[in-house]
Nanobody
Framework: QVQLVESGGGLVQAGNSLRLSCVASGRRVSEYAMGWFRQAPGKEQEFVAHISSSSDVTNYADSVKGRFTISRDNNKRTVYLQMNNLKPEDSAVYFC??????????????????WGQGTQVTVSS
């Protein structure tokens, strides 16, 4: 069983930055790939970023590429999402999730077995 707890969300003005954190509990979390997803009101959940267990693979949605950076510290069992140059359209609840397969690229439909409760990010114009 894996538990994920996100933090770091908040209200910021456009152009500013936030760093989200996701702390994972569980014996083997360092072996799992991790992802960030988001969901805005009235919209479907969308992929944001993915990182493999060893950090050798990272993937990003086109909408955040060049502005967001995903990273992880396996010693701390924590994955981060550094979000720079935030835009109002980035406003959403952000969720982290684990994929126990650990390796490889993100692809649509990839299964993430465990999810956090989410943290709200609101970007004002």
């Amino acid at each position: 069983q894996v538990q994920l707890v996100e933090s770091g969300g908040g209200l910021v003005q456009a152009g500013n930055s936030l760093r989200l954190s996701c702390v994972a509990s569980g014996r083997r979390v360092s072996e799992y790939a991790m992802g960030w997803f988001r969901q805005a009101p009235g919209k479907e959940q969308e992929f944001v970023a993915h990182i493999s267990s060893s950090s050798d693979v990272t993937n990003y949605a086109d909408s955040v590429k060049g502005r967001f950076t995903i990273s992880r510290d396996n010693n701390k069992r924590t994955v981060y999402l550094q979000m720079n140059n935030l835009k109002p359209e980035d406003s959403a609840v952000y969720f982290c999730a684990t994929d126990v397969s650990g390796m490889g690229e993100y692809y649509p439909g990839r299964k993430y077995e465990y999810w956090g409760q989410g943290t709200q990010v609101t970007v004002s114009s």
